[in-house]
């Protein structure tokens, strides 16, 4: 088996760079979505998407997102991250000004995850079904922080497809995964074809 060769380009990644570049990544989805949500009156911020293939409200979206980001960021030292740990109907599902309050709160929390290392050990619980016992397991922090990355950015596209009806000035990257906009950015090579984003 031949070993891989490093490209001499590439930047030295330190565990600690990669929870940076992680971190505020999270913290860019988050100035993104204040944006949005600032945009919204109360009534477009709660209002039931009557669409088949849109569900719930966009405040309920980005509660759900800030739930998430919350469990990672806001838990205490050695505190297990419980993701599936939710508070449904507060204010910050209904009231697009406690929703900014709370991104802002939370923007300020990821921003400090920058300077831990990505190798940070974490213990994630969880539940596998509905009716069994929830399970341990380990992780690190690059690897949370990877996660929220990615949910985030899922139901930003969510709130996008249910924001556009009211008018709302979008980020032209709002709801799309650096993959897809890495791929967009990309000269196309003769003979490949488009494939889905």
Do not use: W
Not at 32 to 59: C, H, M, N, W
Not at 99 to 107: D, K, M, S, V
Request: aromatic share 4%; charged share 20%; hydrophobic share 40%.
């Amino acid at each position: 088996m031949q070993a891989t060769q490093t490209d001499p380009s590439a930047p030295d990644l330190s565990p600690s760079d990669s929870a940076s570049s992680l971190a505020l990544a999270v913290v860019e989805l988050l100035r993104e979505l204040v944006g949005v949500v600032s945009q919204l009156t109360p009534d477009q911020y709660a209002a039931r998407a009557d669409e088949s293939f849109f569900k719930g409200t966009i405040g309920g979206h980005v509660r759900h997102c800030l739930d998430h980001i919350r469990a990672l960021a806001d838990r205490l030292p050695n505190e297990a991250v419980e993701y599936d740990r939710r508070v449904r109907g507060t204010e910050i599902e209904s009231d697009p000004i406690a929703a900014r309050e709370e991104i802002r709160r939370l923007r300020r929390l990821v921003n400090e995850l920058a300077s831990v290392s990505a190798d940070a050990s974490i213990t994630v619980r969880l539940l596998p079904t509905r009716d069994g016992a929830p399970v341990e397991l380990r992780s690190t922090l690059g690897r949370e922080l990877a996660f929220v990355l990615s949910h985030t950015i899922h139901h930003n596209a969510t709130i996008k497809g249910m924001a556009v009806r009211f008018g709302v000035a979008l980020p032209g990257t709002f709801g799309y995964a650096p993959a897809t906009l890495a791929h967009q950015a990309a000269p196309m090579v003769k003979g490949s074809s488009a494939c889905a984003p």
